[in-house]
């Protein structure tokens, strides 16, 4: 008999976890994913082919970008990246520059599935580098 019931507790809570599990995975699955809007429900209207300023440039991974331009005193933040492919390990190479660097700023090429399309170009030595062709050059695209 207390065979039994040792059983019958062990099989309560393994039921028991199996719905915690179960509960858990359905919390995660049903949140809202975070996402960034960056001025409400307005569209963002910034002129393309035009030089911003950056106050910030965050390297969220190698191939995206969080960035606050200044453009006329105020400051917009986009989501960006390069019109190529960047190499993973190209991530900590480029917060690098753009640590070292000075006067960055950005031209805007075009927007494409929520993001703009860059040119980006960083002071390093007095001497301004376009951040693609730097990329290019220290083998950190795919060709």
Do not use: H
């Not at 039921?15 to 307005?42: C, E, H, N």
């Not at 400051?75 to 019109?83: D, G, K, L, N």
């Not at 960055?104 to 090429?109: A, D, Y």
């Not at 399309?117 to 580098?129: P, R, S």
């Amino acid at each position: 008999m207390g065979e039994q019931v040792g059983k019958s507790k062990i099989i309560e809570l393994i039921v028991l976890g199996l719905w915690l599990m179960i509960a858990i995975i359905l919390f995660l699955r049903v949140q809202s994913p975070t996402t960034y809007i960056p001025s409400g429900d307005k569209e963002i209207n910034l002129p393309i082919d035009k030089s911003y300023s950056v106050k910030t440039i965050t390297v969220v991974d190698a191939n995206c970008y969080d960035i606050t331009l200044i453009d006329n005193g105020s400051s917009q933040r986009i989501m960006a990246e390069f019109p190529i492919n960047a190499v993973i390990d190209s991530k900590k190479k480029l917060i690098e520059l753009f640590n070292d660097g000075t006067k960055p700023r950005v031209v805007l090429k075009e927007k494409k599935d929520g993001k703009w399309i860059i040119d980006a170009f960083i002071t390093i030595n007095g001497k301004e580098i376009c951040v693609v062709e730097w990329m290019k050059e220290n083998k950190l695209v795919y060709q």
